[in-house]
Structure formats: structure tokens, C-alpha cells
T-cell receptor
């Protein structure tokens, strides 16, 4: 069964450094998302992306965050200058269509630790 | 603000002991109610989507139901491999899911 893959599984970085989290969505999917989960808290929406542009973003997704689909298979999340509070599990997700009966499929996440 | 609330936070069951998990949601504007399973260190795994009150869906030992203000995930005769965190999420008028905090289920042999 096709799946969303994320790399790396764990990233440790120092405060102020830039990080890029990488995702390969399921190949025939058109809608892409990033969510995050701080340890012990809810899964939170960050951003949605369709047709090479951001369709929606949350208050968390400020100017320090950006997303890109550099080629036909990868989808990346960049954090320009990491803060301690960015430490979380970051999940990439994708779905085939906008309809409700097209469920969101999640990857297994990248655990980001900012020291 | 749209909200999704789950209870209990944690549930310990003996193998074979059936039970239900609860998800309360903001009623206005709900377009779909989702259930996911999350294993430790993994991403959420899709289980069910429910659209309208009275709807039910089943998969193995799990059955999800939807009323006008709540959803239930019924677990019949659970096994240790059903141990996981079960997440409920609402889809409202935007393209994002709003998740509850989850119910952590432990099933003991």
C-alpha cells in the first residue's frame, strides 16, 4: 500500500539554525499538508498546499516557516530560525482529492529537537 | 472556535472487555468527523469518516457512530494489539482537521 514517507525521522538542531523537513507524498495525491504535535498535546494544523501554492495556514505558520514542492515528488517544510518551542513531531500528510471521502494519509513524522 | 473534546484521556481494559470512547464536537459547520489510530512514535492512521447523524461504520473490532453532538468509537472484545491512542478530528468549513487530545487505550492480556 502506498504511503507518505518523511525524512529524517529525527533531527536535532541548535536554536537559530535553519532546518528543512522532507516528505514524499503518495504519488497520485494533489493536496499536501503539514501538521505538528508537541509532546503530550494535540495534533495541530500548520499549512495546506495545492497547485503549487499555500491554500490555508494557521497562526503558528508565521514568517519563519515556508513550504515548497521543488519537484514532482517532494514536499518540504523549512523553518528559517528555529526556536526552542519549535521542538515537536512534524507530520506530513496528503490526500487525493478535496472531497471528504478522500481521507488524509499521514507519514510517520520527523521528531525535531531544538537545543 | 471549533472544538473537539475526547474522553476518557486514558482507558485500561482487560482483553475481551468491550468499551466505548467518546468524542464531543462543535456542531455548527461540521462537514465530517474522522477517527484515527496513532501508535507511539508513528503518524495517525485513518480509520473512519462519518458524515451525518445516525451513520455507523465498522472495521474488525471497531465500530464508529455519530449522533448530532457526539461520536463514539466502540471496541468489542479488544485484543492487546488494539492498544494505541485513538484520535477524533472534525472537518469544518476550511481544509484542515481539528483534532482532539486523544484517548490512550491499553488492553491487557
Amino acid at each position: 500500500e502506498p504511503e507518505v514517507t518523511q525524512t529524517p525521522s529525527h533531527q536535532v538542531t541548535q536554536m537559530g539554525q535553519e532546518v528543512i523537513l522532507r516528505c514524499v507524498p503518495i504519488s497520485n495525491h494533489l493536496y499536501f499538508y503539514w501538521y505538528r504535535q508537541i509532546l503530550g498535546q494535540k495534533v495541530e494544523f500548520l499549512v495546506s498546499f495545492y497547485n503549487n501554492e499555500i491554500s490555508e495556514k494557521s497562526e503558528i505558520f508565521d514568517d519563519q516557516f515556508s513550504v515548497e514542492r521543488p519537484d514532482g515528488s517532494n514536499f518540504t517544510l523549512k523553518i528559517r530560525s528555529t526556536k526552542l518551542e519549535d521542538s515537536a513531531m512534524y507530520f506530513c500528510a496528503s490526500k487525493r482529492a478535496f472531497y471528504l471521502n478522500s481521507p488524509l494519509h499521514f507519514g510517520n513524522g520527523t521528531r525535531l529537537t531544538v537545543t | 472556535e471549533d472544538q473537539v473534546t475526547q474522553s476518557p484521556e486514558a482507558l485500561r481494559l482487560q482483553e475481551g472487555e468491550s468499551s466505548s470512547l467518546n468524542c464531543s464536537y462543535t456542531v455548527s459547520g461540521l462537514r465530517g468527523l474522522f477517527w484515527y489510530r496513532q501508535d507511539p512514535g508513528k503518524g495517525p492512521e485513518f480509520l473512519f469518516t462519518l458524515y451525518s447523524a445516525g451513520e455507523e461504520k465498522e472495521k474488525e473490532r471497531l465500530k464508529a457512530t455519530l449522533t448530532k453532538k457526539e461520536s463514539f468509537l466502540h471496541i468489542t472484545a479488544p485484543k492487546p494489539e488494539d492498544s494505541a491512542t485513538y484520535l477524533c478530528a472534525g472537518h469544518y468549513n476550511t481544509d484542515k482537521l481539528i483534532f482532539g487530545t486523544g484517548t490512550r487505550l491499553q488492553v491487557f492480556p
